[in-house]
């Protein structure tokens, strides 16, 4: 327990010692960053501004768009921050809050797409009880259940984390607190109660998974006996964004945490896919094949640049 008591922080895994690679990871990043960031405002601000996008649907993808930018915001900062200023630590209390907010992020993001995958079943299943089943207290019932429950068990992750006991150093390989690279750092290798609380999130994973390829079977069988190809079309335009959603979530996560053990540079590259891609994606992928969106997006921005121009009218 001295050891634990003791550790004051933590040395993170920069991807270069070399100054100049290191100002090219802070642009990369910072590049990356300010993509998901904008991508992700502009599509809360769109469904908060525009009142035809007030519907279930959008009122979830808001929630999402809030999880992925708050996601990134988690990790990114402070490795940028650190090959700026050309170095690798991280206080022991900023190690936690990476830990708890970006389990509680990943968590809640699987929670969120299942329930959009319930609300898409529920409009093209159960098309006459949709404005019954999904309506306005039911939305947001669900919502809060699901970030509590995502705080319930980062709360419990993060602190089945740090009530070990760390004795084999302190350098984190990894670009941030990642679970896994903190447990290497272990004095012992078994921590049963670390163990239970993964196999529960798998457990909890593979219910999210089962439900939502549930959902779609059914989904996929009520769209194929649609005789019109133009309803058809209609009823696959409205899912095929959140099934791509939930497949690059699904897709990065899954090859991140069963790859094989390899070296420390493809270990950030495949970090670096898992935690930035499918936040920095999502906006791209809601954007680009719904067509109400593009209306919104396209309303918000054109507004923004008629603003722009009074204002620089008025000033001259």
Known sequence: MSNQTTMTGFLLLGFSDIRELQILHFIVFLVL??????????????IALDHHLHT??????????????????????????NSLMNTRSISYSGCVAQVFFFVFFASENFAILTIMAYDRYIAICQP???????????????????????????????????????????????????????LHLACSDSNIGEVVVIYLGVLLGLICFAFITVSYVQIFKTVLRIPSEQGRHKAFSTCLP?????????????????????????NLLVTVLYSIMPPMMNPIIYSMRNKEMKGALSKLIGWRIFCKNKMSIFLH
């Open 33 to 46: 960053y300010l993509i998901s960031l904008l991508g992700n405002l502009l599509i809360i601000t769109a």
């Open 56 to 81: 279930p649907m959008y009122f979830f993808l808001m929630n999402l768009s809030i999880l992925d930018f708050s996601s990134i915001s988690v990790t990114i900062p402070k490795s940028m921050a």
């Open 128 to 182: 006459l009880h949709y404005e019954m089943v999904m309506n306005r207290r039911a939305c947001v019932q669900m919502a809060a259940s699901a970030w509590i429950s995502g705080i319930l068990y980062s709360a419990l992750h993060t602190g089945n984390t740090f009530v070990i006991s760390f004795c084999g150093g302190n350098t984190v390989d990894q670009f941030f607190c990642e679970i896994p690279q903190l």
């Open 242 to 266: 959140h099934l791509i959603a939930v497949s690059l979530f699904l897709f990065t996560g899954t090859f991140a945490f069963l790859k094989p053990t390899s070296t420390s540079d493809r």
